[in-house]
């Protein structure tokens, strides 16, 4: 089972990104999805989340307004587009999968597979 986040990079203030995480060796289609993220120093926060079907969504406060997550399960990938980029935003953004497949899934030890991350810097 792997997932394999990318997409990051180095963006300005204000820029936009589209993260993608991809999973194989096993379909997550029916599964909560999530993305968190950690910045140098910090620890790894919730981001945000996307039940099985897609029903339910759910954002941390820091992004909430200007990010959109979303799925496609024909392809097994889900999606976090992040717009109006600040630089305490600068981390590096994980996806995971839960064994769960409805809910508000926003804890860590809810998640039981995670990606290698990928890199988001925003500066000007």
């Known amino acids: 089972v792997q997932l394999q986040a990318s997409g990051g990079g180095s963006v300005q203030p204000g820029g936009s990104l589209r993260l993608s995480c991809a999973a194989s060796?096993?379909?997550?289609?029916?599964?909560?999805m999530g993305w968190y993220r950690q910045a140098p120093g910090k620890e790894r926060e919730f981001v945000a989340t996307?039940?099985?079907?897609?029903?339910?969504?759910y954002y941390a406060d820091s992004v909430k307004g200007r990010s959109t997550i979303s799925r496609d399960n024909a392809k097994n990938t889900v999606y976090l587009q992040v717009n109006s980029l600040k630089p305490e935003d600068t981390a590096v953004y994980y996806c995971?999968?839960?064994?769960?497949?409805?809910?508000?899934?926003?804890?860590?030890?809810?998640?039981?597979?995670w990606g290698k991350g990928t890199l988001v810097t925003v500066s000007s």
């Open positions: 060796g096993s379909s997550f289609r029916g599964n909560v």
């Open positions: 996307i039940s099985g079907p897609g029903g339910t969504i």
């Open positions: 995971a999968a839960s064994r769960l497949r409805f809910g508000e899934v926003k804890f860590l030890y809810e998640y039981d597979y």
